[in-house]
């Protein structure tokens, strides 16, 4: 197959695989929230949450993570002069907290799914959401720039973006109350 195929390939899957955990936080958040309510809320919503990750989950998001990693290997494959590039090098450590991040939302979930409590609060929740957005920005980033990402002003711009949804995410905090 043509590496340019392979490539849209991979990126397609890249958004699915991103579109899954933007939403599947999301969903954790809304469950956390419905195991405040009374029942028989609590329950219904609930068990409505749980049917609704474990789909979103094992459907879209884990396969888009396996597609998205099998064609980023096959790229290298078929050019694996990117594997003596710094930039490459940087975005592969970035994947591989992303695939931590990933392996943490399915605790996450299994957790969610075994039982009624939850240590997490939904702040925390929409906090955990932001991650995955830095990683996004992190990465796409790097991949555009390349050599040419001044890398003191990329490390500042990572971190402003941090700071940014956080402060936003207390600011929405406080409009809701």
């Known amino acids: 197959m043509d590496y340019q195929v392979v490539k849209a390939l991979h990126i397609i899957f890249v958004v699915s695989w991103f579109a899954g955990l933007f939403y599947i936080v999301r969903l954790f ?62 975005k592969l450590g970035f994947i591989v907290l992303l695939l931590l991040y990933h392996a943490s939302c399915q605790v996450i979930m299994l957790r969610l799914s075994s039982s009624t409590t939850t240590a997490l609060t939904s702040t925390k929740l929409r906090l955990w959401n932001e991650v995955a957005t830095l990683f996004l920005v992190a990465i796409v980033f790097i991949v555009v720039l390349k050599s040419n990402l001044n890398w003191i002003y990329g490390t500042v711009g990572f971190f402003a973006t941090g700071i940014l949804l956080m402060l936003g995410i207390k600011a929405y905090k406080r409009l809701r109350k």
């Open 29 to 90: 958040v809304y469950h956390v929230e419905a195991l405040k309510e009374d029942e028989p809320r609590q329950s219904i919503l609930a068990e409505q949450y749980k049917i609704m990750q474990r789909r979103l989950w094992w459907i879209i998001t884990t396969p888009s993570m396996i597609f998205t990693l099998l064609f980023g290997i096959w790229m290298l494959f078929l050019n694996p002069s990117l594997l003596k590039e710094g930039w490459m090098h940087l």
